[in-house]
């Protein structure tokens, strides 16, 4: 079965992610969150390097419990600086706090989080393959950033949108392709 070229084929974790979570329409704020919080911590690493930690990632960020992380203070901080199963970046662990904050000020202010980016997609998908950014996760991109989030650029937005199923991109020699 031929899959992206992307999808590293020795890698089990990888293949269940391709084959049955990427690109498939999520609207749920926690798989939001989870995968925006991942997203993030992707910045200058493989997406493969952030999956094979995701499980690592759940059990130190409270099972992405957006309620229990916007509370980490210093010491807890300090727990993920030593935790070797996750990525040790003290600027992304930082950011990923204070974009939980953000997170749940965008729930508050839309009534979920998929409410907010929706005023951007409309209900739509977008099938295309080979960008690594396009005019809507700039637009995305820029409002993040706007109000406060970090490492929220366009490319991390558009990798985002397509683990959400927004942008739909399997390789046409994929047996997953579609288009329009």
């Known amino acids: 079965m031929k899959r992206c070229s992307w999808c590293n084929l020795n890698n089990p974790i990888y293949i269940k992610y391709h084959d049955s979570e990427w690109c498939v329409p999520r609207h749920d704020d926690f798989y939001l969150y ?29 099972g992405f419990d957006w309620n229990k992380v916007i509370s980490y203070d210093d010491c807890k901080i300090q727990e993920l600086m030593n935790n070797p199963d996750i990525i040790r970046n003290r600027l992304k662990i930082k950011a ?13 202010e839309y009534g979920s989080f998929w409410n907010y980016l929706n005023t951007f997609i409309r209900n739509r998908i977008f099938y295309e393959t ?6 809507l996760s700039d637009e995305i991109s ?17 990798s985002f949108l397509q683990a959400i199923g927004v942008i739909y991109s399997h390789d046409e020699n994929c047996f997953l392709y579609q288009s329009k």
Do not use: H, P
Request: glycine share 6%; with cysteine; aromatic share 10%.
């Open 130 to 135: 080979g960008n690594v950014t396009n005019s």
């Open 34 to 62: 989870e995968m925006l919080l991942l997203e993030s911590f992707q910045a200058g690493l493989s997406w493969e390097c952030i999956l094979n930690k995701r499980e690592s990632f759940r059990k130190a960020y409270d």
């Open 142 to 158: 820029s409002d993040l950033k706007k109000r406060g989030m970090k490492f929220v650029g366009s490319v991390i937005i558009y």
């Open 96 to 108: 990923s706090i204070s974009n939980t904050i953000i997170f749940c000020q965008i729930q508050k």
